[in-house]
Nanobody, 118 residues
């Protein structure tokens, strides 16, 4: 599976951005899709995930501000980010988990930079 992330950029605190991750395979065949982020000098951390059934999971730091959604028409996953804060500045990575039989496969897209200025 190839994942193509887009939508990063620079914004002032309080602004919004929308990230998109286009998959090379039907997302209905992908068990879990999500976004992770990594700030300089820090470990990569989970931002949000969504299962094929539509269940979502968010990091506490983004709850109420970010919304993850699956788009079967565009074959993509989106992350709507509102009320952005400087601490949201990071490289954001798209992730997909697929199961082929009993084998778990994980895929990563390239990072897209989000910079929030105060």
């Amino acid at each position: 599976v190839q994942l193509q992330a887009s939508g990063g950029g620079s914004v002032q605190a309080g602004g919004s951005l929308r990230l998109s991750c286009a998959a090379s395979e039907r997302i209905s065949s992908i068990s879990v899709m999500g976004w992770y982020r990594q700030a300089p000098g820090k470990q990569r951390e989970l931002v949000a995930t969504v299962t094929v059934g539509g269940s979502t999971n968010y990091a506490d730091s983004v709850k109420g501000r970010f919304t993850i959604s699956r788009d079967n028409v565009e074959n993509a996953v989106h992350l709507q980010m509102n009320s952005l804060k400087p601490e949201d500045t990071a490289a954001y990575y798209c992730n997909a988990v697929m199961y082929r039989g009993f084998k778990r496969n994980e895929y990563w897209g390239q990072g897209t930079q989000v910079t929030v200025s105060s």
